[in-house]
């Protein structure tokens, strides 16, 4: 989950209760807790949880168990790397990278990834969202397996 050599610090978790409920669960190494972000099913929106319970979750699993009171998970994805989200009609898609490699170790230390695979996850909405048709294809054609850099550590669009 990020602590293997030339992998990312970062790791997420995308969710899906049986009850319609969407989250993605993010690790960031700046932070001493999980950030918790849901999908509104309603507007397609994207909104932070904060806090998930009483007091913020440190891990993954800790999370994901504050989760699970609110019914059981019909879809579990983890992934390295997040690069978006769109919504359009009565559908979000996440657009996630599956699998990235290590690039290049910037001086300091600092890690630059490639992303070699990325997948785009359907979410059902219950409204349907005011983004145009224009904007999900803008997204969707932009492609990314081979050619996408990205670092955890550092802005490398001033390297």
């Known amino acids: 989950l990020g602590s293997e050599v030339g992998m990312p610090a970062r790791h997420h978790v995308f969710l899906e209760r049986s009850d319609g409920g969407c989250f993605l669960l993010s690790t960031v190494p ?4 999980v950030v918790v ?4 099913v309603q507007s397609g929106q994207l909104r932070r949880v904060e806090p998930l319970v009483h007091t913020p979750c440190t891990s993954i699993p800790e999370a994901v168990e504050a989760l699970r009171a609110g ?3 019909v879809r579990d994805v983890s992934f390295p790397a997040l690069v978006g989200y ?3 009609g009565s559908e979000g898609f996440l657009c996630i990278a599956t699998k990235v490699a290590n690039f290049l170790t910037l001086p300091g ?3 630059a990834f490639t992303i070699d ?3 785009w996850l359907r979410i059902r909405l219950a409204q349907p969202a005011v983004h145009t ?3 999900l294809d803008l997204l969707a054609s932009y492609f990314l397996d081979g050619l996408h850099f990205y670092s955890d550590d550092t ?3 001033r390297c």
Request: net charge neutral.
């Open 30 to 33: 700046t932070r001493p807790f």
């Open 155 to 157: 802005d490398i669009t």
């Open 37 to 40: 972000v849901q999908v509104d």
């Open 117 to 119: 695979e990325s997948e």
């Open 86 to 88: 769109a919504s359009f």
């Open 133 to 135: 048709r224009k904007d």
């Open 71 to 73: 019914g059981r998970f």
């Open 109 to 111: 230390g600092a890690r």
